[in-house]
């Protein structure tokens, strides 16, 4: 009788050592449903494996942005001396700085080129001006940016500063003073590190006060 009460508690003890998992899981074990790609559950709470550029949150960062654009000519000039009016150009902005919590705050600089129309003259002698306009300028850039539904942000900027205008009517002369510029636009998040930008800007200065379309690329770190 003491040889099958030993041998009863030994089975027992043997049973317990197979008991399902789900009897012995810790209590402070945190489960994970996946719900979607991209999203999983902990414990009664939503979370992101991946949020593509958070604009409305996280620390400082930087930014650098660079914008290629075409630029379309709003004024034409006519005096007693000549009449300018330009083609469509060149136009290309660099701009970088801080970025915190969607807002930009930091430099910028831009470069624009226009060539004369072909109807523009120079009234003294009646002969065609065939030269160009060239525009540099430098600006503090500012910008806030806000999402708008999955990796797609809208955006909007200012930048206020000092341009200076070389004009070749047929003479070259030198004109500057006080530069504004506005953006606005959306910006498709491909990563945490990189956006691509598609928008209109406007570039105040005398001479060629100009209409942008532009295509940006925008690198964050």
């Known amino acids: 009788e003491g040889n099958a009460s030993t041998q009863y508690r030994s089975m027992s003890r043997s049973g317990n050592a197979f008991q399902s998992p789900q009897a012995v899981q810790p209590a402070n074990q945190l489960a994970f449903n996946v719900d979607s790609p991209g999203e999983f559950t902990q414990g009664n709470q939503s979370a992101s494996a991946f949020s593509p550029r958070n604009s409305n949150g996280g620390g400082l960062g930087k930014y650098l942005i660079l914008s290629p654009g075409v630029s379309f000519p709003k004024k034409i000039h006519e ?17 970088g700085g801080f970025k ?5 705050f930091g430099l910028g600089t831009s470069f624009k080129r226009n060539s004369f129309h072909e109807t523009a003259k120079d009234k003294t002698t ?13 600006y503090v850039d500012l910008g806030y940016e806000f999402r708008l539904v999955g990796a797609l942000d809208g955006y909007v900027g200012a930048g206020l500063g000092y341009y ?29 590190l990189f956006a691509f930008r598609l928008g209109y800007r406007y570039n105040h ?11 940006g690329f925008d690198f964050e770190f």
Request: aromatic share 10%; net charge negative; no cysteine.
């Open 79 to 95: 005096t007693s001396k000549s009449y300018r009016k330009y083609d469509p150009g060149f136009a290309i902005s660099l701009a």
């Open 100 to 104: 915190k919590d969607g807002i930009r």
């Open 126 to 138: 009646g002969l065609a001006l065939t030269k160009e306009s060239e525009t540099f300028a430098v």
């Open 164 to 192: 200076l205008s070389r004009i070749e009517d047929p003479m070259s002369r030198n004109d500057e003073g006080f530069f504004a510029t506005g953006a606005i636009g959306l910006s498709y998040n491909f990563s945490e």
């Open 205 to 215: 200065e005398e001479e060629v006060p100009a209409h942008l379309a532009e295509l």
